[in-house]
T-cell receptor, first 113, second 116 residues
Framework: KNQVEQSPQSLIILEGKNCTLQCNYTVSPFSNLRWYKQDTGRGPVSLTIMTFSENTKSNGRYTATLDADTKQSSLHITASQLSDSASYICVVSEGAAGNKLTFGGGTRVLVKP | DSGVTQTPKHLITATGQRVTLRCSPRSGDLSVYWYQQSLDQGLQFLIHYYNGEERAKGNILERFSAQQFPDLHSELNLSSLELGDSALYFC???????????????FGPGTRLTVL
């Protein structure tokens, strides 16, 4: 069964500090991996999308890495801000069309002043 | 604002009933995806339509069905509702550039369904 596991489930960090979220997946065949940010009660917002050949991608203070050999990805948040408080969801697409998505359970990040 | 609209925002109904959720994609987007997010299961992919045709199915129950109309809006029909169907239902749209589904999906604000 295709699975996406994220860790930690939640974390608290101080404003201005950095943090790294982890994602391990068993989805096969792999098409692409996405990171989303979701504020409570709102729709997810795309942060990054990486295909098999990409091993790093940045979007402002967010940097995602992908190791397709070990089937691991990470999302690094630099110089955290209060507005970074949200759930971060790792999503892996499978198949040739890459349109069947398997979602991780998310990491809930709380940034404190 | 993602440009994707969903109606209604909230829906309260009883078990056994049938409801229809509506989604209008961003202007120019040909793909519509439906997702269910419940407290205990997280986000789950239900179904994908591209330009009126079904492209992929995920964990969609037989009691659920969807379609995409010629004007590209989509409807998700949920019937014989059960308490466990209470969830947030999101739709997302994308251009579907054809690059193996690697285009960005833009999510709507969701419809919160409560089944009593």
């Amino acid at each position: 069964k295709n699975q996406v596991e994220q860790s930690p489930q939640s974390l608290i960090i101080l404003e201005g500090k950095n943090c790294t979220l982890q994602c391990n997946y068993t989805v096969s065949p792999f098409s692409n991996l996405r990171w989303y940010k979701q504020d409570t009660g709102r729709g997810p917002v795309s942060l990054t999308i990486m295909t098999f050949s990409e091993n790093t991608k940045s979007n402002g203070r967010y940097t995602a890495t992908l190791d397709a050999d070990t089937k691991q990805s990470s999302l690094h948040i630099t110089a955290s801000q209060l507005s970074d408080s949200a759930s971060y969801i790792c999503v892996v697409s499978e198949g040739a069309a890459g349109n069947k998505l398997t979602f991780g359970g998310g990491t809930r990040v709380l940034v404190k002043p | 604002d993602s440009g994707v609209t969903q109606t209604p925002k909230h829906l309260i109904t009883a078990t056994g009933q049938r409801v229809t959720l509506r989604c209008s994609p961003r202007s120019g987007d040909l793909s519509v995806y439906w997702y269910q997010q419940s407290l205990d299961q997280g986000l789950q992919f239900l179904i994908h339509y591209y330009n009126g045709e079904e492209r992929a199915k995920g964990n969609i129950l037989e009691r659920f069905s969807a379609q995409q109309f010629p004007d590209l809006h989509s409807e998700l029909n949920l019937s014989s509702l059960e308490l466990g169907d209470s969830a947030l239902y999101f739709c997302a749209s994308s251009v579907d550039s054809g690059l193996a589904g690697a285009d960005t999906q833009y999510f709507g604000p969701g419809t919160r369904l409560t089944v009593l």
